[in-house]
């Protein structure tokens, strides 16, 4: 079983950064890919960002893209996402997730239906 816990949501004002973090405790984190995904009330999960298991390939959402990066530590079994100028419609609860199904192809990685595991949740509210 894989425990995904988030940290580094909170308040910030429009044009304000923030990083969230995701700790995992599978001993397999550093084998396959992770990503992050969002919702608000009422609306589906959408996908923000991926990276596969190396680090080496990473995938955004067009919302976001040059606005936040995400990172992974195999080392230390964290996936970061880094949110730069964030925009009120970037208010949500963030998740993070990991999958476990080797070769998962980039298009597939935007899908929650590909993640096994999924973290709590944390809270990302920008005021305008």
């Known amino acids: 079983q894989v425990q995904l816990v988030e940290s580094g949501g909170g308040l910030v004002q429009a044009g304000g950064s923030l990083r969230l973090s995701c700790a995992s405790s599978?001993?397999?984190?550093?084998?396959?890919?992770m990503g992050w995904f969002r919702q608000t009330p009422g609306k589906e999960r959408d996908f923000v960002a991926a990276i596969k298991w190396s680090g080496s390939t990473t995938y955004y959402a067009d919302s976001v893209k040059g606005r936040f990066t995400i990172s992974r530590d195999n080392a230390k079994n964290t996936v970061d996402l880094r949110m730069n100028n964030l925009k009120p419609e970037d208010t949500a609860v963030y998740y993070c997730?990991?999958?476990?199904?080797?070769?998962?192809?980039?298009?597939?990685?935007?899908?929650?239906?590909?993640?096994?595991?999924w973290g709590q949740g944390t809270q990302v509210t920008v005021s305008s």
């Open positions: 599978g001993r397999t984190f550093s084998s396959y890919a």
């Open positions: 997730a990991q999958n476990l199904r080797p070769n998962t192809s980039g298009i597939s990685l935007m899908f929650p239906s590909s993640y096994n595991y």
